[in-house]
């Protein structure tokens, strides 16, 4: 054998050997790496889901530890009728309103959240600050998630309406999420 057929067959098994290393060892660790990238990104996300489920959590507790202080209390669930009744009497020293109940929803079992959308106008700030204050001072914990004030000139005259749209929380306590009825649970699922 020749010095070129040497070369020749030992580039040859080099090639081969390579071939081998390329396919039996460096093609599935390439699929495996790719796998736990993906694995480690859909972890990634489930950390960042329960931080927000957490963080939720976290500010409805402190939320509810603030209404403790304000003297209010969290009734037990399913009371939209008393929140309803409150809520007409209260907003009806309004010139007109609108009230809207959104489902029940739940995050962590025990405490259920009924988010309410209401609408009102009055023909003075005060007027509205009054109602608004009440709602605030009310006995069912509440929270005001989103609120605004609107001024008007309706009338020829100059007469200003002030218009409020407002998304307000009541807090409500459920001891059997099983049985409680009309109540979107929102926990992750395990």
Do not use: H
Not at 48 to 57: N, S
Not at 73 to 90: G, I, P
Not at 120 to 131: Q, V
Not at 143 to 170: C, H, P, R, W, Y
């Amino acid at each position: 054998m020749n010095k070129t057929n040497k070369i020749l067959i030992v580039i040859l098994i080099l090639l081969v050997i390579g071939g081998a290393y390329y396919f039996a060892v460096y093609k599935p660790t390439e699929k495996e790496t790719v796998s736990i990238n993906d694995k480690i990104e859909k972890l990634e996300e489930d950390i960042k889901t329960e931080e927000v489920q957490a963080a939720k959590l976290l500010a409805m507790k402190e939320e509810v530890e603030t209404q403790k202080q304000k003297g209010s209390k969290v009734w037990d669930y399913d009371c939209a009728k008393e929140e309803l009744r409150f809520l007409s009497q209260v907003i009806s020293k309004a010139l007109s309103y609108d009230i809207s109940f959104e489902e029940p929803t739940t995050d962590d079992g025990i405490y259920v959240r009924r988010s309410v959308k209401i609408s009102f106008k009055t023909d003075s700030y005060e007027k509205a600050r009054s109602i608004i204050d009440e709602i605030i001072g009310c006995e069912y914990r509440t929270i005001f998630k989103d609120i605004t004030v609107n001024q008007k000139n309706e009338d020829a005259d100059g007469t200003s309406l002030f218009e409020i749209n407002a998304d307000i929380i009541f807090i409500e306590y459920c001891s059997d999420i099983s049985s409680a009825k009309g109540l979107v649970d929102n926990r992750p699922s395990e």
